[in-house]
Antibody
Framework: EGQLLQSGGGLVRPGGSLRLSCAAS????????MTWVRQTPGKGLEWVSY????????FYTDSVKGRFTSSRDNFKNILYLQMNGLRVDDTAIYYC???????WGQGALVTVSS | DIQMTQSPSTLSASVGDRVTITCRAS??????LAWYQQKPGKAPKLLIY???SLQDGVPSRFSGSGSGTEFTLTIRGLQPDDFATYFC?????????FGRGTKVEVK
């Protein structure tokens, strides 16, 4: 059974940076595209980013383009989300997702506040 | 973006009830629809994929139907563990989108 273990959330000031990690086990990580999703009480579940299996193609929602970068290490079976220029409205629980639907990481709370 | 409209937003039910939740897509997503259950403080749990396929380990009282733009999640014989929030998600495109959720609460 595939599992994703997330790390890297926390509290950061506006304009700051944070890197989320998502370690995969129990499935062939290098064969799967991966998705980042975030959740807030106000906006619900929102797609953030998609990266293909090889890591050569990435896509982002408009509000994070130019600030967030998704990458992966298929040797270490780890997915990353580098978040720069963080804004208050980036505050959310961030989830990594295998493919587009399963498995899901446990979530990482990112709080952007002064 | 494909918009997902889920209804109702809240549903009051009793143990043993049959519960139906509906999700409508703004354009055809063929059968690329998933249903999730989420409990407070936890990640969403996949129940149904490809509109009607039951995820391994999910009780058979959960079922999904539909294609194109209209989809339904049915819970037959609601159990105490089923009181939670349910979401639909389209994954016809890489930019997945979600319904706003249906909270199933105790009547």
């Amino acid at each position: 059974e595939g599992q994703l273990l997330q790390s890297g959330g926390g509290l950061v000031r506006p304009g700051g940076s944070l890197r989320l990690s998502c370690a995969a086990s129990g499935f062939t990580f290098s064969s799967y595209a991966m998705t980042w999703v975030r959740q807030t009480p106000g906006k619900g579940l929102e797609w953030v980013s998609y990266i293909n299996a090889g890591g050569g193609s990435t896509f982002y929602t408009d509000s994070v383009k130019g600030r967030f970068t998704s990458s992966r290490d298929n040797f270490k079976n780890i997915l990353y989300l580098q978040m720069n220029g963080l804004r208050v409205d980036d505050t959310a629980i961030y989830y990594c997702v295998g493919g587009s639907i399963d498995p899901w990481g446990q979530g990482a709370l990112v709080t952007v506040s002064s | 973006d494909i918009q997902m409209t889920q209804s109702p937003s809240t549903l009051s039910a009793s143990v043993g009830d049959r519960v139906t939740i509906t999700c409508r897509a703004s354009q055809s997503i063929r059968h690329w629809l998933a249903w999730y259950q989420q409990k407070p403080g936890k990640a969403p749990k996949l129940l149904i994929y490809k509109a009607s396929s039951l995820q391994d380990g999910v009780p058979s009282r959960f079922s999904g139907s539909g294609s194109g733009t209209e989809f339904t999640l049915t819970i037959r014989g609601l159990q105490p563990d089923d009181f939670a929030t349910y979401f639909c998600q389209q994954y016809d495109t890489y930019s997945v989108t979600f319904g706003r959720g249906t909270k199933v609460e105790v009547k």
